[in-house]
């Protein structure tokens, strides 16, 4: 790997040097601290975000107030020197100088009466469902890392409808190519857990970015898309397309094995009437998005825009290399 030096602007727009993100992840979480025993009650966070393949946006947070910045990828190594201005309260106008290097963020505010230090790391983000066992009862879809590869080969084209150009891979995972699939057992009442991989697309936005979906029952979408630091929509990771925007932000940075655990009430029908619509409850990450959601009908793409009382799991393919390991479905009914 190569060594990497990077000095950054925090607060305001600025230009300086980073390596790809696919060579040193500088994109994702960072947590630290303020080294001036002044400022060290104060919390400091940041969030980088891939713009294009060598740009990014930094959002940094001191005791929540966030300040945005651009960072842009000049090679090994580049230097700044900065006035950054953060406000009256934190003492007006500094000069700003850090680096990114082996996984640190470091560097110091510089003003003519003081020089405030700051160290963070980047945060390992893990779900507190990732890797959850599937419980008595469950029927396991796709395996992990932990099951040897010919069984979770055999065991991926035994429980789904796929084309053989899918790939199962050396980690457990399966990852899309050229096709929807779906499993061909169906399900009710169920619950149901999921573990996803959006790739690092800083070129692309939106609906472009690590895009899929899984889709309960084969009716009823929920996104699957690397929206980092976005804003919660119903077209965005974890909403319920056209029916529920999360409540809360819960995507990891793409890169990251994110979970879904998901409890689907299905409709319920006397002959062809439906008498009562599903319900959806959705857990991203170990955030609780969606709780008790009324579906009234299908979303657009899945299986059929007919409800039906028992339906498949399906993940789409919308020609991103979205992974998914450890799948699992338990019949509640």
Not at 14 to 24: E, F, L, R
Not at 138 to 152: D, F, H, N, S, T
Request: aromatic share 10%.
């Amino acid at each position: 790997m190569k060594k990497t030096c990077i000095l950054m602007a925090l607060v305001c727009m600025a230009a300086v040097a980073m390596v790809q993100a696919q060579d040193v992840p500088v994109y994702g979480n960072w947590a630290g601290q303020f080294v001036e025993k002044t400022w060290a009650a104060k919390s400091l966070t940041a969030q980088i975000v891939g713009e294009s393949r060598d740009t990014y946006r930094v959002d940094l947070f001191i005791d929540g107030k966030q300040f945005n910045a651009q960072a842009v990828d000049a090679g090994k190594y580049a230097a700044i020197s900065q006035v950054v201005n953060l406000g009256k309260e934190l003492g007006g106008q500094y000069i700003l100088t850090g680096f990114i290097e082996k996984g640190k963020f470091s560097g110091s505010l510089i003003s003519p009466i003081q020089t405030i230090e700051f160290l963070m790391e980047r945060v390992a983000d893990k779900s507190p469902t990732f890797g959850l066992k599937a419980p008595e009862g469950a029927i396991v879809l796709i395996g992990g890392e932990e099951m040897p590869q010919q069984e979770r080969h055999d065991l991926f084209y035994n429980n789904w409808n796929v084309q053989p150009h899918w790939v199962v891979s050396g980690d457990g995972s399966v990852h899309m190519s050229g096709s929807n699939i779906f499993t061909k057992q169906e399900f009710g009442d169920a619950q149901i857990h999921v573990e996803f991989m959006c790739p690092y697309m800083p070129e692309d936005r939106g609906q472009a970015r690590g895009n899929s979906g899984v889709y309960v029952m084969g009716r009823y979408e929920v996104q699957v898309l690397d929206s980092f630091t976005d804003t919660p929509q119903d077209n965005l990771c974890g909403g319920v397309y056209q029916f529920g925007v999360p409540k809360e932000k819960a995507s990891f940075p793409p890169m990251t094995w994110q979970t879904y655990d998901i409890t689907i009430s299905a409709p319920k029908f006397e002959g062809e009437k439906k008498v009562k619509d599903a319900v959806l409850t959705v857990v991203h990450n170990g955030i609780k998005v969606h709780d008790n959601l009324v579906l009234s009908r299908c979303t657009p793409g899945g299986v059929s825009g007919k409800e039906a009382p028992v339906g498949c799991l399906l993940f789409q393919d919308h020609g991103n290399t979205v992974r998914f390991r450890n799948v699992w479905v338990k019949p509640l009914n």
